[in-house]
T-cell receptor, first 116, second 114 residues
Framework: DTAVSQTPKYLVTQMGNDKSIKCEQN?????MYWYKQDSKKFLKIMFS???????INETVPNRFSPKSPDKAHLNLHINSLELGDSAVYFC???????????????FGSGTQLSVL | LAKTTQPISMDSYEGQEVNITCSHN???????ITWYQQFPSQGPRFIIQ???TKVTNEVASLFIPADRKSSTLSLPRVSLSDTAVYYC???????????????FGTGTQLKVEL
């Protein structure tokens, strides 16, 4: 069983289109994230939801809109795609370790988005 | 947010011990140090986490000096399958407030050869 699964794995589209990436986790975690990894492998957080509530919203264009229908799902919708949106998008989840005050991130395998 | 600095790349041979050092001079009192491993076409995978001194698990060891301004990930007897990017992160749980977010740098590309 895949703990954090995201679909599709590859997404090729034209500039100006609208696309969605879906993410589901079966770990029972309360917190989910979207990360973006650029061509230089720099991995940056975009959004985070805790129990369906948005808790982190980095300086991401408002063309990107996350949606969390329940705490096991966090989808990412992107409007009016631009060339610069080409990257690998990773979904992740975590559960705070109440004993130590930190969380371990579990990542999906990524969605390679190519905007032509 | 504590910034981390680590080598861009390292090369090693099978069977050797590999030590990757990460500098985090402005680490805060509540910050933890975490290392992740990423293989091509996969998401990062948690390796180890520590606060001070030494932590060891079945995969690696993490050495943290008393001043906590750096940390060293030690991989014993690496194999070809350890070829990956290794990320050092410093921060606290975002769920404890303070606005800290675990942001990954560019990591260290470790290449293991025969």
């Amino acid at each position: 069983d895949t703990a954090v699964s995201q679909t599709p794995k590859y997404l090729v589209t034209q500039m100006g289109n609208d696309k969605s990436i879906k993410c589901e986790q079966n770990l029972g975690h309360d917190t989910m994230y979207w990360y973006k990894q650029d061509s230089k492998k720099f991995l940056k957080i975009m959004f985070s939801y805790n129990n369906k509530e948005l808790i982190i919203n980095e300086t991401v264009p408002n063309r990107f809109s996350p949606k969390s229908p329940d705490k096991a799902h966090l989808n990412l919708h992107i409007n009016s795609l631009e060339l610069g949106d080409s990257a690998v998008y990773f979904c992740a989840s975590s559960q705070r370790d109440r004993g130590r005050g930190y969380e371990k991130l579990f990542f999906g395998s990524g969605t390679q988005l190519s905007v032509l | 947010l504590a910034k981390t600095t680590q080598p861009i790349s390292m090369d090693s041979y099978e069977g050797q011990e590999v030590n990757i050092t990460c500098s985090h001079n402005n680490i805060a009192t509540n910050d933890y140090i975490t290392w992740y491993q990423q293989f091509p076409s996969q998401g990062p995978r948690f390796i180890i986490q520590g606060y001070k001194t030494k932590v060891t698990n079945e995969v690696a060891s993490l050495f943290i000096p008393a001043d906590r301004k750096s940390s060293t990930l030690s991989l014993p007897r690496v194999s070809l399958s350890d070829t990956a990017v290794y990320y050092c992160l410093v921060g606290v749980s975002i769920l404890t407030g303070g606005g800290n977010k675990l942001t990954f740098g560019t990591g260290t590309q470790l290449k293991v050869e025969l």
